[in-house]
């Protein structure tokens, strides 16, 4: 983000911004060369009467006088939106420069951050500094100050179907239009209108009112599904399935009029329906198969060849995990425990005891089962692994 063409001329901007009535000839270069940045558009001739023209050049200094008192009273970040308002740069970069929308997203990017880098620095000269060394190494700052998009028009959105009415988009995917909600007794209190448009609310979930409302809401349903398949500028896809009680919803009324399909006969059926259309029907991509590594050719784990450790014997769980974890991938690295700090006040022996024996060869997965002591209590047993 610092190596963006606008971050030297907002540098300059806030140079001329942080002293501009300073009566010194530097102050008033600084000033000079912030009118002349190209962003901020001053013509030659604009430029030209503000030497020649004394209340000229003073209106400009009373404007960046206003500018840092802004800066002080509310930050470096409504100075940036002042500035981008004042001199119409948001419309200037977008008419004028050939990479314009990135240039706009660069500075407001740039005034969020100094935004926030303000708060940890000491005065406007010290965030100039922070500016002027990041434009200098730019990649000495993490990830927060990576570039943005200048645009989300290519990303891909999640929007609801009621969201999207009135809307365009190039490709549209629907992978759970066959779902719906019916209403139940639940649903209090059911809404619907009558046979004249009136709506009707009621308190009673009988079978005749739950009817009649999750017809209203299959209607509705309609509606919604017209407008999901219309969304689309170049082609659409659906995700259907013979799912229980599927017939209820949008598309399984229009597929099948309201009744049940069966599964033996739904991609038959879907066939006759595209059959003639440019609808093409294709089978669902199979998810890719997770191969579980505790289990081979579902062979049972054989039983370990190393006995338990006699009772009493202390684990160390941080190793013991390490060597089991190790196991999975095909490999052991023994950690180094970290010294334990000594103890100011004696400390109660643990409940439980457990065996230890950390192994730096290759170990293969398996259930096994210690017989350890619990203090106290007499033997217990213990189990990890698979």
């Not at 013979?242 to 399909?261: C, F, Q, R, T, V």
């Not at 890719?288 to 505790?294: D, E, G, Q, Y």
Request: contains cysteine; glycine residues 6%.
């Amino acid at each position: 983000m610092f190596s963006s063409p606008i971050a030297p001329q907002l540098a300059i901007w806030l140079r001329a911004c942080a002293e501009p009535q300073a009566n010194s000839r530097q102050a008033e270069a600084k000033l000079r060369a912030a009118l002349a940045t190209p962003v901020l558009g001053l013509s030659l001739e604009a430029l030209d009467y503000l030497n020649q023209s004394e209340l000229a050049w003073e209106a400009r200094v009373e404007q960046f006088s206003d500018y840092h008192r802004l800066w002080q009273r509310q930050g470096v970040l409504p100075l940036v939106r002042r500035l981008m308002v004042d001199f119409d740069i948001a419309a200037r970069l977008l008419g004028e420069f050939a990479e314009g929308e990135r240039l706009l997203t660069d500075l407001l990017h740039l005034g969020e951050m100094l935004q926030h880098a303000s708060q940890e620095l000491d005065g406007e000269h010290a965030l100039i500094r922070f500016l002027a060394e990041a434009i200098a190494d730019p990649d000495s700052h993490g990830d927060s100050h990576k570039l943005r998009l200048e645009s989300d028009a290519d990303l891909v959105k999640v929007v609801t179907i009621h969201k999207s009415k009135g809307l365009e988009y190039p490709l549209v995917f629907l992978p759970f239009i066959a779902n719906h909600r019916p209403v139940s007794d639940t649903d209090l209190p059911l809404r619907w209108h009558d046979g004249e448009g009136t709506l009707q609310i009621s308190l009673n979930a009988d079978e005749a009112t739950l009817a009649t409302a999750d017809r209203e809401r299959l209607g509705e349903d309609l509606r919604k599904l017209y407008v999901a398949l219309t969304r689309a500028r170049h082609a659409t896809w659906l995700g259907l399935a013979p799912l229980k009680g599927s017939e209820n919803s949008a598309i399984g009324h229009l597929m099948n009029g309201g009744k049940a399909i069966a599964p033996s006969v739904f991609t038959q059926t879907l066939g006759e329906l595209v059959e003639g259309s440019g609808i093409e029907l294709s089978p669902a991509p199979r998810p890719p198969r997770c191969a579980s590594p505790l289990r081979r050719n579902n062979k049972r784990w054989a039983t370990p060849a190393r006995r338990c450790a006699p009772r009493g014997t202390v684990v160390d769980r941080q190793l013991l995990g390490a060597a089991y974890l190790g196991a999975l991938s095909g490999a052991v690295t023994t950690p180094v425990p970290s010294p334990m700090p000594e103890p100011t006040t004696p400390r109660k022996p643990p409940p439980w005891k457990y065996w230890t024996n950390p192994t730096t060869t290759p170990l293969t997965p398996r259930r096994f089962t210690c017989t350890v002591s619990q203090e106290g209590q007499g033997p217990a047993r213990f189990y990890t692994g698979y």
